[in-house]
Structures are given as C-alpha cells and as structure tokens.
C-alpha cells in the first residue's frame, strides 16, 4: 500500500489527513529551500556590506557602495533609518543618541522579520506532523479491529489493508516532521549569527553618528 492507494481506497478520514500531510510537506519545503537560498545570500552579503561600508570615506558614500552588495536589503534599511525625524515632532524628541536608538531599532526589528520569516510554519509543521500521522494510525487500527469485530475471527486480509494504512500514516507523519524540525534549528542558528551581526552594526553605526561623522 502507498499514498496513492490511500487515496483511492480509504474512505474520508484517511483521504483527509493524507492530503493534510502532504500540503504540510510542500508548504514546509518550500519555505525551506527558500529560506536555504535567502539565507546564503543574506549570510555573506550582510558581513561584505558592513565591509564596504566601514571602507567609504562619508556615510553618503557608503550608502551607494552597500546598494551594491546588500541584495536582501538587510543593510540598507538600518543606515536609511539614521535620517533623523525633522524638528517640532515627537518622533524627534530627545537627544540625537536616543532617536538613532529608536530608529535603528524599528529599522532592526523589520530586517528581523524578514529573516524569520517562515519559521513559524516549520515550527508548526514540525510539532504537529507526527500528531497529524498518529491520528491516521488510530483510525487504521480502529479500522482493523472493526474488520476482526465484523469477521468475528482473525484474518490476514482483514488486518493487512488497515495496519498498513496505519503503518504509512505514521511514516508519513515522521517524514513531514523530520525535515521540518532540522530546517528550523539550522536556520534559527544562521538568523541568530546574522542577528547578531545587524546588531553589531546597528550599535557601531549609532555610536559614529553620534560622536562621529553626521549624515
């Protein structure tokens, strides 16, 4: 028995949370292999826009040298942010430092979006897939027990169709959950390391904006 033969032979139940298992699986791996891809790029371009711009002789200058390198926009968006709010709103209250603080961290935590982006679904994917299998196996071996209750004895072909039902339910949900879980550690340790570095960058930026060159 195989996907297919669930499909075609169970009844609602099973019809029902195969198709579950599989929307999970594709949702799952495409944000995987996205994120695989944004976070290769991310990863190197963060550390080589941080270079090019600690290179640039004016904040001006860096602004068009990262425009080369930041292709995910992760870079730039921090040093947009450090155009202070104009005089006579509350957006520009406070010394210059603590408007850098609030603008850098608003700039920070959208570039943090971004990057986390899709995590939750793999999260969700990876804690409820084996739940969403199991829930097959239950209802495959319920279906065995009424077929050995209706036969009134134990039979091969009674069992068999049922139990492997159940066997592939919780393969299936064992193998959507797998994947799942390992994208969303790997990737929560890479989004953890370029964090880190934004970070960095956003404190180095506020602190030469504030005691250094103006924009």
Do not use: C
């Not at 209250?93 to 603590?98: L, P, T, Y």
């Not at 209802?139 to 209706?150: F, K, P, R, V």
């Amino acid at each position: 028995m195989n996907l297919f033969d669930l499909l075609s032979q169970g009844d609602a139940v099973t019809r029902l949370v195969a198709l579950l298992l599989l929307a999970m699986s594709v949702a799952s791996w495409v944000v995987i292999l996205w994120k695989a891809w944004l976070l290769r790029r991310a990863s190197g371009d963060v550390g080589r826009s941080t270079a090019a711009f600690w290179q640039s002789a004016s904040v001006d200058d860096a602004r068009q040298k990262v425009a080369g390198f930041d292709r995910e926009s992760l870079v730039l968006p921090l040093i947009a942010a450090t155009q202070v709010s104009a005089p006579g709103s509350l957006a520009a209250a406070g010394d210059r430092s603590q408007q850098l603080t609030r603008l850098l961290r608003d700039a920070l935590h959208g570039v943090l979006d971004k990057l986390q982006f899709g995590q939750v679904l793999l999260a969700t994917v990876g804690s409820t897939a084996p739940f969403v299998g199991l829930l097959g196996t239950v209802w495959g071996i319920y279906h065995a027990l009424t077929g050995i209750a209706a036969a009134g004895q134990i039979t091969i072909d009674k069992v068999a169709g049922p139990v492997g039902e159940a066997l592939i339910m919780t393969a299936a949900g064992l193998a959507v959950a797998i994947p799942a879980v390992l994208g969303y550690n790997i990737y929560g340790r890479l989004i953890g390391r370029i964090e880190a570095d934004l970070e960095g960058f956003a404190r180095d930026l506020r602190e030469l904006l504030t005691h250094g060159e103006k924009p």
